[in-house]
């Protein structure tokens, strides 16, 4: 999850309590660019709405600007946040000097993300789940491996 997006999602305008609810659990799944991917059976699952309203509550806000939609890497969906702030990711992740790095659950940059976090008084957030190697695998995207105060030691 990317606080960025959260607290941009938190902000908007969007018609209705379904739509916000659909909106904040986009920006739950987001990584750093404001990127995610979750099926609609996810959606419908942590939102307690039909997928035929999920597929609604998604129309609407690609209407409103606040997201659009397309085909990625063989998904059926990938959700992108139109906003400045994660164009601005965006453009900064595609950079040649900084990519995105996907931290997973129980290593020791997990553990000190973990740490960074909450001496901001901010929670892990919930972990995205990825195919890899023999299943899936959960975790996070975050800018570096390591917080950025562990970046000279342990990077």
Do not use: Y
């Amino acid at each position: 999850m990317s606080i960025a997006v959260r607290d941009w999602a938190e902000k908007q305008t969007v018609g209705g309590p379904d739509k916000k609810l659909l909106l904040l659990q986009l920006a739950n799944f987001c990584n750093a660019s404001g990127e995610c991917w979750p099926t609609l059976a996810s959606l419908s699952a942590l939102t307690e709405m039909s997928e035929d309203s999920v597929r609604r509550g998604l129309a609407a806000l690609e209407e409103k600007g606040l997201i659009s939609r397309r085909s990625h890497d063989g998904r059926d969906l990938i959700v992108v946040l139109a906003d400045t702030i994660c164009r601005e990711r965006r453009d900064a992740l595609q950079s040649p000097h900084v990519a995105a790095v996907f931290v997973k659950v129980d290593t020791d940059a997990w553990r000190a993300w973990k740490q960074h976090l909450a001496a901001r008084g901010e929670d892990m957030p919930t972990p995205i789940r990825r195919a890899g190697d023999g299943g899936s695998i959960e975790g996070w995207f975050f800018d570096t491996l390591f917080p950025p105060a562990q970046q000279q030691s342990n990077g």
